[in-house]
């Protein structure tokens, strides 16, 4: 049955924050969904005639913290008069909402077309901005989170770690389901590693060459030094590290590598359209992941295992969730240097280790069915439950 779906984001961003918002609804129109999309920024359509991301005037916006947060709260009531314009005439069987701080349009709307509220929660959003430093009205921002939490009809967190944290901030223990991010392992077929021989020619990589790879915005505590220091020890001779994407440590890490003397072994792309990600990850020998926080469920991962490339990735809780150890990623001791090397030059060292554990990381994808697709059929199978109930 088709259903109709009201979904509301704020994120301002054009990172991983967009992609999930824009495959998901893809995702769920594939299943025969209608959706409408009300947001801040339209990351379904906020595109020029090349394709590239069309930066708006909230995305170019720039204000002291405390000014931010004031308009976060107050977009609330211009949030609530776009959603119920947009069901007027078209009453959604559901809201979906990805949570934001202060915001609580989503639970209000709901409320008042009487269907339920479907919240999607990517992180702890008042323990990052109060950790960060950046949370100016903390009450505020407490109670409000505490709220929508607790009368969300379902809380969908991406990792069993964050939904544990979510339900000692507010949220109904029954209403937790975790849904992670996922992949379209379909964009990784015979085209994309065509495309991917391509990639690795442009990158003028000698023929022994060993790429290690990470996609994504660079920021220090991503530690990526910990790669560019390796290239300098006698196990990573042949190693290259190709850095896909911006953020503001590129240029630390760039004179990191002129510092060390690897300055040539290590490749700054710049960011690439979506459409050629899967041709970059198809060219990579080992898909890096120095750093990750402990409630993350990161695209990367998905990506490299629908490539089947192997990963390195840090032992943690929220990761193996998805993946163990030896199997579908190889995963050193978090924050160890020492341990990271190591578990990585037996990566570089071994090709048919890498392609070992990259053919069962990709198998796993498969059979939990960790997709965009697969996302939207769990959001429709909880969708139904909870309108099947209020039937009853």
Avoid at 60 to 74: D, S
Avoid at 77 to 101: C, I, T
């Amino acid at each position: 049955m088709s259903l109709r779906i009201l979904y509301h984001h704020r994120i301002r961003a054009e990172d991983g924050q967009a992609v999930h918002v824009r495959e998901l609804i893809a995702a769920l129109r594939r299943r025969g969904h209608e959706v409408r999309e009300c947001a801040l920024v339209q990351k379904t359509i906020a595109r020029n005639e090349n394709g590239a991301a069309r930066p708006s005037f909230w995305q170019k916006l720039r204000l002291p913290r405390a000014a931010v947060e004031a308009l976060e709260i107050g977009y609330n009531g211009k949030a609530r008069a776009m959603l119920q314009n947009a069901a007027s005439g078209w009453k959604p069987d559901f809201v979906y909402e990805r949570h934001a701080l202060h915001c609580r349009a989503g639970l209000d709307t709901a409320r008042k077309l009487g269907v339920p509220l479907l919240l999607e929660v990517n992180s702890p959003m008042t323990d990052e901005m109060e950790r960060l430093g950046l949370l100016t009205f903390a009450r505020r921002a407490r109670a409000t989170e505490r709220l929508v939490l607790g009368a969300a009809d379902r809380v969908l967190a991406v990792t069993q770690a964050l939904g544990d944290r979510l339900v000692e901030l507010g949220a109904r223990p029954e209403s937790i389901v975790v849904i992670g991010n996922g992949a379209q392992p379909e964009r990784y077929g015979v085209e994309a590693r065509a495309a991917a021989k391509e990639v690795r020619k442009r990158w003028a990589l000698p023929p022994s060459a060993v790429v290690l790879g990470f996609v994504g915005f660079m920021r220090e505590w991503h530690r990526l030094d910990m790669a560019v220091s390796a290239l300098t020890k006698p196990a990573f001779a042949a190693a290259h590290l190709v850095l896909v994407g911006e953020g503001p440590s590129l240029p630390d890490l760039l004179a990191l590598a002129t510092k060390l003397g690897v300055r040539e072994r290590v490749h700054a792309c710049g960011r690439v359209p979506a459409e050629l990600v899967p041709a970059h990850v198809l060219a990579f020998d080992v898909a890096l992941i120095p750093a990750i926080n402990g409630y993350a469920s990161p695209l990367k991962l998905f990506d490299s295992m629908a490539a089947g490339i192997a990963t390195i990735a840090p032992d943690q809780p929220n990761l193996r969730e998805t993946v163990v150890d030896g199997e579908h990623a190889a995963l050193f001791e978090s924050g160890s240097v020492e341990d990271f090397e190591s578990r990585l030059a037996a990566l570089v060292a071994d090709s048919s280790l890498r392609a070992r554990i990259g053919a069962k990381a990709a198998h796993r994808l498969s059979e939990l069915d960790l997709t965009w697709d697969g996302n939207a059929a769990r959001v429709e199978s909880i969708a139904n439950e909870l309108s099947a109930r209020r039937q009853r």
